[in-house]
């Protein structure tokens, strides 16, 4: 019975990616590469602020440097670099943009809605 409980204790836990650094309390972990971090871990690559939970990961973006992608931006500078946000899901499109009912749109969130 112990180790069951144990078990279900393991997976209800996120843990945080860095050094080992423990186990993510306020449930608002910071997504990058894939992986989750405490967001104090990491600072905003063009204004220095620590970051959230809100922080933006900017993958690939044309006119941008290599070592320009990848990176983490807080909201505010995101929001200043101009990308588009998703009028449905309201995340960045970083990818192609499809511009509909004023709106921009990711590809796959168009293709899912019936046009009539």
Not at 63 to 68: H, K, L, R, T, Y
Not at 88 to 105: M, N, S
């Amino acid at each position: 019975m112990t180790v069951m409980l144990l078990k279900l204790i393991r997976f209800s836990i996120t843990l945080c990616n860095f050094l080992s650094s423990g186990a993510i309390d306020d449930g608002r972990p910071l997504r990058y590469r894939g992986d989750v971090f405490h967001p104090y871990h990491f600072n905003c690559t063009a204004c220095g602020v620590e970051l959230n939970a809100e922080a933006r990961e900017v993958k690939s973006r044309p006119g941008f440097a290599a070592n320009d992608v990848n990176q983490l931006y807080c909201l505010r500078c995101h929001d200043k670099m101009g990308i588009p946000i998703c009028g449905a899901c309201r995340r960045p499109i970083e990818e192609r943009v499809v511009t509909a009912l004023g709106k921009q749109w990711h590809v796959e969130v168009i293709k899912s809605f019936v046009i009539f």
